[in-house]
Each structure stands twice: as C-alpha cells, then as structure tokens.
C-alpha cells in the first residue's frame, strides 16, 4: 500500500525576519582603516593606496574607474583573533602541534577560514562606567571583581554562547598613537583571573577596546600575553582587539545583538571585521 505524500503546511512568520521587519538600527562597534592608523607593534599597518585614477583610462563613452591596492596584517583595526593566533609550549587550541600546523606558509588546523560568523547575544561589560570614568587609568588590570561589578551594573548576565564586550574606555585615545599603544604608559585590559571568569561563564567571543587584549603595564609593552593563552589556547574563546565602544556605551547599551562577519582568510591567524550591535528601531 502506497501513500501519496502530503502537502507540507505553510510555514508560519520568521520571527528574526520579522523583527528585522519591524525596525532595526544598527550602532558601530569598530574603528574605520585608514592609512596611519594605530598598529600594534608586532604586526605590520594598514596602508591604502589608489592604484588607477579617474582619467588614467577613459573608455570611448566617457566612463572612468578608480580602484585601489590594500596591504595589511591580519590584526590590524578591529579585528578577531583566530585560534591559530597564539600557542604555548608549542601547541594551539586542543593540543594541536603549531610548527607542524604552519608548514607551507598557512595554517592547516584552527585557521581563519574557521573562525564563525557570530549573530549571538552580545552583552556591554563597561568598566569605565562602573569606576565613574571616562576612562580607565593606563596599565590598570581589569580584575574578574570588575567584571562582575559591570555586569550587575548593567543588570544583565553573561551567559554561555554571548559575547562579552569589555570597555576600559580607551578609544577615546585611538587618535593619539603614542597614548593608544601605550609603550611608555600601558593600556588598561583583563587580568587572567578575568579571562578565566569570562570562560567559566562559556562565552564564545570576547573583545575590547585596545590594541591587545591584555593589561599592558607601563614599560613592559607586549612582552607577555597570558590572557590570549586563556582564552585563545585553553578555552578555545575568540578574542576581538581594537573595538570603539564609545558610541553603545553613550546610548546605554547593555545587552543586543551582536553581529560579526569575519573574512574566510585560508590558513590566516585574524581578520578584519565590521562589527555591529542591532537593536530595535
């Protein structure tokens, strides 16, 4: 006996289509490149350059065209960490062999190309606000008592899959290279002790406002990196450097949608993004 197959049933509204229907602003959580932007010591910068000009070439309609030439490194502006970024004692994230990884010129395991887009919570850990500054002192350590402050401050709490965003305030220096990078000062950032908070509550991303996220002490620049290997080597927890929060701190944002869209970089350690929280029109 034979059945004929049925109908499927009308699917009903997409509730995310819908609310993107219903209204949505976007806020800006990243910085533009641009030619001399402020570059961590240990990757090379951003340049641009226009290679053809309007006029060069004009076709037989009159048309022209311009277009450029980019070069830069994977960790420069805002941008996400890969899991091949960092390892130690030799290994990546679960133990993968990072010399034998990197044979070839690109990473084999844990390259960028793996890195996921991200259309999660993300949630406004603003620890400047929570000190009652605009800005956190350079060199200070952000301490998992501060996140936890902030978070209850912010009356949300940070969950397993979110993306925890960290404001120490700093990008208010971002036009002042010197201050921003913080080679003779130090830049405030998170202390182990806070990345190890942040794992335990399983976040899948996490990001601030410096050029690393680290606490850099004064004089010490990027000499050590112990929070990267919490999270990019222990807990396999993508790391975003460089963000602007300025401007989801201002408006009071505390928890949103997040939404990140990496570049497939094949065998890459990073990639630039245009990072964004959507919230309701």
């Known amino acids: 006996m034979t059945t004929e197959p049925q109908p499927r049933p009308a ?11 219903a209204g949505v602003r976007l806020v800006e959580l990243g910085h533009p490149h641009f030619t001399g932007m402020p570059c961590s010591p240990n990757h090379p910068g951003f340049r641009m350059s226009l290679i053809r000009r309007h006029g060069d070439m004009v076709r037989p309609d009159g048309g022209s065209a311009s277009n450029e030439m980019i070069v830069t490194g994977g960790h420069v502006g805002t941008h996400v960490d ?20 990197q044979i070839g010129g690109r990473f084999t395991a844990l390259g960028a190309e793996h890195t996921p887009p991200l259309l999660r919570r993300g949630v406004l850990l603003d ?13 200070y350590g952000v301490t998992a008592d501060d996140l936890a ?7 949300v709490e940070v969950g397993r899959g979110d993306v925890a965003l960290v404001r120490t305030g700093w990008a208010r220096h971002f036009d002042d290279a010197a201050t921003y990078l913080g080679q003779r000062d130090g830049v405030p950032g998170a202390t182990p002790e806070a990345a190890e908070w942040l794992a335990a509550r399983g976040v899948v ?19 050590v990196l112990p929070v990267h290997r919490v999270l990019l080597v222990e807990a396999g927890i993508y ?15 505390t928890e949103f949608v997040f939404v990140m869209a990496p570049l497939r970089i094949v065998g890459g350690t990073g990639s630039p993004i245009r990072p964004f929280a959507a919230v309701s029109a």
Do not use: F, M
């Open 11 to 21: 699917p009903g509204p997409d509730a995310l289509l819908a609310a993107v229907t």
């Open 82 to 101: 890969a899991l091949s970024h960092v390892s130690h004692d030799g290994k990546l994230h679960g133990g993968v062999d990072a010399a034998a990884a």
């Open 205 to 223: 991303t996490t990001g601030s406002d410096t050029t690393a996220y680290e606490q850099i002490q004064p004089g010490a620049g990027h000499s």
């Open 239 to 253: 790391i975003i450097e460089h963000l602007n929060l300025e401007h989801a701190a201002a408006e009071g944002l």
């Open 127 to 139: 620890v400047a606000g929570t000190h009652g500054v605009d800005v956190l002192p350079a060199g």
């Open 149 to 155: 402050a902030a978070e209850k401050r912010a009356g």
